[in-house]
């Protein structure tokens, strides 16, 4: 069965330093992989995502991650964060298709100015 | 439509009543989920829809939670007997057909309060 782990349940950054979130998945067979992020009282909304090749996707807001699959992992980064980025993040693991996508339990980051 | 719908954005419920909870899924979205987010938790799946069939509804904690699929387009989740632990935000997300998976466009969610 697919299952995520996200280890750090909560992370306080400084503005302007640089982050790394970490997720580590369960999967028999290639995965597909997300990163999404959540805003206080606001839906979910896809960061970027992994399905084959490049093993470091781009996404939006300027995030970042790269896939290991020695390693099973598939951890955020970004240089440089904005207040903006407090959040909860979360990583998904699907497979192939429409079918339904395995979240880790979040990562809460707040940004100390 | 533009976004996935979801009504009411807010529901207060006293125990032991039932809700209905709604979802309008993206235009020619064919797959469409239902996932319940308790408060400082993850997201808990609970049913899946490819059409108007549910291959995957694994995710329903009990009989008392059921959903259908209509015309390929709205759904309901309905939750009868609510209890306190059904408390939660209920999301609802569409994705498109085809090979891959693209993820989900998910809904601003329905709040769930029973008192």
């Known amino acids: 069965a697919q299952s995520v782990t996200q280890p750090d349940i909560h992370i306080t950054v400084s503005e302007g330093a640089s982050l790394e979130l970490r997720c580590n998945y369960s999967?028999?067979?290639?995965?597909?992989l997300f990163w999404y992020v959540q805003s206080p009282g606001q839906g979910l909304q896809l960061l970027l995502k992994?399905?084959?090749?490049?093993?470091l996707v781009q996404g939006i807001k300027g995030f970042e991650a790269e896939f290991k699959r020695s390693q099973s992992s598939f951890n955020l980064r970004k240089p440089s964060v904005h207040w903006s980025d407090a959040a909860e993040y979360f990583c998904?693991?699907?497979?192939?298709?429409?079918?339904?996508?395995?979240f880790g339990q979040g990562t809460r980051l707040t940004i100390n100015p | 439509g533009a976004g996935v719908s979801q009504s009411p954005s807010n529901k207060v419920t006293e125990k032991g009543k039932d809700v209905e909870l709604r979802c309008d899924p993206i235009?020619?979205?064919?797959?469409l989920y239902w996932y319940r987010q308790r408060l400082g938790q993850g997201l808990e799946f609970l049913i899946y829809?490819?059409?108007?069939?549910?291959?995957?509804k694994s995710g329903l904690p009990s009989d008392r939670f059921s959903a259908e699929r209509t015309g390929e387009s709205v759904s309901t989740l309905t939750i009868q007997r609510t209890q306190q632990e059904d408390s939660a935000v209920y999301l609802c997300?569409?994705?498109?057909?085809?090979?891959?998976?693209?993820?989900?466009?998910f809904g601003s969610g329905t709040r769930l309060t029973v008192v």
């Open positions: 998904a693991v699907g497979a192939k298709g429409a079918q339904k996508l395995v």
């Open positions: 999967y028999g067979a290639t995965p597909y």
């Open positions: 829809f490819q059409g108007n069939s549910a291959p995957d």
């Open positions: 992994y399905f084959s090749g490049d093993t």
């Open positions: 235009s020619g979205h064919t797959a």
């Open positions: 997300a569409s994705s498109p057909p085809g090979p891959k998976n693209y993820g989900y466009t």
